[in-house]
């Protein structure tokens, strides 16, 4: 399960630019996961609620926006999209493997809610 890792490292990435920029405790966090990353945003979710308990995040919510697998087949030069969970890197339209990923591997935090405990 590399999610309760992944959870580990949004935990400190957080931690460490609410420290940095002056707050005390983060609210949310907002991520954005390309389904070709494999990740299974149900452990993510467990593993993060987990591992918040006792950081400044301990009330925080994760927020997952999942993002689709675009690409460009090289072969027949046609788009495509596929919000599949499991993804054959294969050219819906004409079978060729040669492919271009346009999304779908984006593992990024894109936004926190950060404030100062009262």
Do not use: W
Request: with cysteine; aromatic share 6%; net charge negative.
């Amino acid at each position: 399960m590399h999610e309760a890792s992944i959870a580990t490292e949004l935990l400190n990435i957080a931690v460490q630019e609410c420290a940095k920029n002056g707050y005390s405790k983060i609210d949310s966090i907002r991520v954005i996961i390309g389904r070709a990353t494999g990740v299974m945003t149900d452990a993510l979710l467990f593993a993060f609620n987990v591992l918040k308990e006792g950081t400044p995040a301990e009330k925080a919510h994760l927020i997952i926006e999942e993002i689709p697998v675009r690409g460009v087949c090289k072969d027949c030069e046609k788009e495509f999209e596929s919000n599949e969970n499991y993804i054959i890197f294969e050219c819906p339209n004409c079978g060729s493997f040669s492919i271009n990923l346009l999304s779908g591997k984006e593992l990024n935090i894109t936004e926190m809610e950060v404030s100062n405990e009262n």
